[in-house]
T-cell receptor
């Protein structure tokens, strides 16, 4: 039990649509990181938020955006969905500058 | 971030000790080494973290030689439930910016 919950667990969208994924972390997790995991691959870093500001981004285009809220929740928004966006999206909470990430169970996105 | 190299897969039998080695030749002075375990359709779970020498907790040990260019995760007496993908991460104290490699798929057989 990591104390991090994500919703929805599964969803299906069509190409060109927009999607919002949500994450709720436990009290004290002042950073949240989002990852994309394609089938058979390791998680790829999308971005991290700290104190409600983006604090680092991986190799993902601007149509991937996020928000972090004061109540330890966050959102990942993806616009103009492409077929290759089909993946498991993971969020991870952590205390800033510590080495342990607490992952949620992920949201499985399928783009048709 | 330092690139890591791990074996793609390993097989073992119940009750055996399993050692998974990760190579990270470009590790930086302030980098830590962290291992995660992931079951299908679940998020990764923290196993252990170290900087140098040996670290042990209730589930695993982590061995890091003096040059820190590699590390070995040791799982004592594995069981069927240890079948999972194991990832080695190398990075600074802000682990939340790390990108995982493709990991090592460990299969434990009866």
């Amino acid at each position: 039990e990591t104390g991090v919950t994500q919703s929805p667990t599964h969803l299906i969208k069509t190409r060109g649509q927009q999607v919002t994924l949500r994450c709720s972390s436990q009290s004290g997790h002042n950073t949240v990181s989002w990852y994309q995991q394609a089938l058979g691959q390791g998680p790829q870093f999308i971005f991290q938020y700290y104190r409600e500001e983006e604090n680092g981004r991986g190799n993902f285009p601007p149509r991937f955006s996020g928000l972090q809220f004061p109540n330890y929740s966050s959102e990942l928004n993806v616009n103009a969905l492409e077929l290759d966006d089909s993946a498991l999206y993971l969020c991870a909470g952590a205390v800033a500058n510590t080495g342990e990430l607490f992952f949620g169970e992920g949201s499985r996105l399928t783009v048709l | 971030l330092a690139k890591t190299t791990q074996p793609i897969s390993m097989d073992s039998y119940e009750g055996q000790e399993v050692n998974i080695t990760c190579s990270h030749n470009n590790i930086a002075t302030n980098d830590y080494i962290t291992w995660y375990q992931q079951f299908p359709s679940q998020g990764p779970r923290f196993i252990i973290q170290g900087y140098k020498t040996k670290v042990t907790n209730e589930v695993a040990s982590l061995f890091i030689p003096a040059d820190r260019k590699s590390s070995t995760l040791s799982l004592p007496r594995v069981s069927l439930s240890d079948t999972a993908v194991y990832y080695c991460l190398v990075g600074g104290s802000n682990a939340g910016k790390s990108t995982f490699g493709d990991g090592t798929t460990l299969t434990v057989k009866p």
